[in-house]
């Protein structure tokens, strides 16, 4: 007699499924590589997707503490790799990866992260140039937020203290790498900023790979640098590493060394400064002196050649002197020419014809009217005129003497 | 003068400087001025010459902070 089948309900089948899962051992923990797909964040936060591959796709589950956990935002078409344990959900029977951890797969993983977040704080408004603060151009007290150890440090404390050991320099030690460091970066720079002593900050460390830096590439610093009161410069790995920080950061130095040089002056530029300023200054005084030397002198010509005042004054006595003067001329002038005039009168008067002729001389004129004053000017038979002091007659000559 | 900073004693040189320059000031301005500029360069000069470096790190112990004196060499 052939013996009846068994007869499962649904629940056992299911059940015995997910304990056959469980018990595998190489199901407990394992890496799954594949493409994800159907992507969903379940608001529960919970993410929920599908891994494919050519041939066959798997579902997978990874639970809210897992998933915020996640250095990237997974995307569909993304190839990655996830670690975790393959289990069914007795429910629906439905055979699914509990995913524990995933990373982009390949090597630009952590690139990847890098960009997403690059990006998500770049339009948060993190990068803002408008944000940035102004780095002291004599800083009074450096807070260096690195690892106490090092060449890094050492070289920053070199430098410093060659060019500006005015400077006081404070070290805030932290971690600079493994899963600690971004913490220990972020309260550090809290620290600076609690203490209020410091008028900069310089954080960094020397160079390393991608993953010694990536400290420098976490969320918790960037913000922490953003949110400092107290200027920050990034000094972080060599001349092409380039992190978030500094982005973040008022100023970016390629490295700490850089930092140093670029964070103080050098003394020997400030006392050459110094020199051409006093020089500059004596100059200027040296100058307004002699303006001013300049204008007393024209003042002082000025005021010999008369202020306004004096001037007016001084040319009206040069008018009454000159007026006086011109008056006793012309007054003498004058008595001269009346003295003159009296001597010509009386002169004239002596000999005057009218006084000559009342002393019994007389006149003689020919018929033309011309004087006779010789014999040789008369004809005999001409005639001519006498005239007398009272009179006068008209004659004609009858005899002429020549003596 | 000792009250100022270093960073505030350059700028009031520097301000000095550009005002004695422009030949704005009138002459007793100016000679006060002069005075006051040398006292500040031969202040400046001073402190960058004297000046020693002074390092410290802030240890943190026990939630206790504390500043310390400093040097690379031994750490």
């Known amino acids: ?403 | 003068m000792e009250e100022m900073t270093f960073e505030q004693a350059m700028k009031r040189l520097e301000e000095i400087v550009t005002q004695l320059e422009s030949g704005d000031a009138p002459l007793e301005k100016s000679l006060a001025l002069f005075e006051e500029g040398t006292k500040l360069s031969a202040y400046l000069s001073k402190t960058l010459d004297n000046a020693e470096q002074k390092v410290t790190l802030i240890q943190k112990q026990n939630g206790q902070e504390e500043e310390i004196p400093f040097d690379a060499e031994t750490e």
């Open chain 1, 1 to 403: 007699m052939k013996e009846p089948p068994v007869v499962y309900t649904v629940t056992q089948v299911n059940q015995t499924i997910k304990l056959l899962l469980e018990n595998t051992a190489a199901f407990r923990g394992l890496y799954v590589q594949g493409e994800i797909s159907n992507f969903k964040a379940h608001s529960s936060g919970h993410y929920y997707f599908t891994l494919k591959d050519a041939q066959a796709a798997l579902s997978v589950v990874m639970f809210r503490s897992d998933a915020a956990r996640l250095r990237f935002r997974p995307e569909n078409g993304m190839k990655v790799l996830a670690r975790g344990r393959i289990s069914s959900y007795p429910k629906s029977g439905q055979v699914q990866l509990y995913a524990a951890d995933m990373m982009p797969d390949g090597i630009g993983a952590l690139t990847i992260a890098f960009e997403q977040l690059k990006q998500r704080l770049y339009e948060e408004g993190l990068f803002d140039t408008e944000h940035k603060k102004p780095i002291p151009a004599f800083p009074s007290t450096i807070a260096l937020v690195t690892s106490p150890t090092g060449a890094a440090i050492r070289d920053m404390l070199r430098i410093m203290e060659r060019r500006y050991p005015v400077a006081k320099i404070q070290i805030f030690p932290v971690l600079v790498q493994g899963q600690q460091a971004a913490a220990s970066i972020a309260q550090a720079l809290e620290d600076v900023n609690r203490r209020g002593e410091a008028d900069l900050i310089i954080t960094g460390r020397g160079g390393g790979s991608l993953e010694d830096l990536w400290a420098f590439n976490e969320e918790i610093v960037a913000r922490a640098i953003y949110y400092s009161d107290i200027p920050v410069v990034s000094a972080v790995g060599h001349e092409p590493d380039v992190t978030i920080s500094d982005f973040v950061a008022d100023a970016r130095a390629s490295t700490p060394s850089n930092a140093a040089e670029l964070c103080v002056p050098d003394r020997i530029e400030l006392h050459r400064l110094l020199l051409s300023q006093n020089a500059e200054m004596t100059s200027a005084v040296q100058n307004r002196l002699h303006e001013h030397r300049v204008a007393l002198q024209t003042l002082e010509h000025r005021r010999k050649q008369k202020t306004p005042l004096g001037y007016i004054q001084d040319k009206r006595f040069e008018l009454d002197h000159v007026t006086g003067r011109m008056q006793t001329a012309m007054e003498q002038r004058l008595l001269l020419q009346r003295k003159q005039f009296g001597e010509m009168a009386a002169y004239l008067d002596a000999y005057s014809p009218l006084k000559v002729l009342a002393r019994g001389y007389s006149v003689v004129t020919n018929k033309n009217g011309r004087v006779i004053g010789s014999s040789a000017l008369l004809k005999k038979g001409e005639t001519i005129a006498i005239q007398f002091a009272k009179g006068r007659a008209e004659c004609t000559v009858d005899q002429i003497r020549r003596k």
